[in-house]
């Protein structure tokens, strides 16, 4: 049998140190000034208005918005209740359109007479 020669363990080299360089900063800015601070400007009588007008605006749209949805969920059962040709659809129907349809076209038309909201 034939022996073989050991083997030396190798010291692993360390790594040399490496010099702290600071990274070169930005040239000297001088400070800016604070910000002004926001002046308070007192609403005016068409900054009322305007506001106002804004809101019965909305209203108005906000009511013939719900008109809209109201004429249009009674289309969808009026097309449901042809279909399935029951007396219980068609009862549905006329329920719908007496309790929502008909008090949301009245209070348009008043609210419309009278110039909007």
Not at 39 to 55: E, I, K, N, S
Not at 68 to 89: E, H, K
Request: aromatic share 6%; hydrophobic share 50%.
């Amino acid at each position: 049998m034939v022996a073989l020669p050991r083997r030396q363990p190798t010291a692993t080299p360390e790594p040399a140190p490496v010099a702290y360089t600071p990274a070169p900063g930005p040239a000297h800015v001088a400070p800016q000034p604070p910000p002004a601070p926001p002046v308070a400007v007192a609403p005016t009588r068409a900054d009322h208005a305007f506001v106002g007008v804004l809101g019965a605006l909305a209203s108005l749209l906000a009511a013939r918005f719900l008109l809209l949805l109201s004429i249009g969920g009674a289309f969808v059962l009026a097309v449901m209740a042809t279909r399935d040709a029951s007396y219980v659809g068609l009862a549905i129907l006329i329920a719908f359109c007496l309790l929502t349809v008909l008090p949301m076209t009245y209070l348009d038309v008043a609210t419309t007479r009278r110039g909007g909201k």
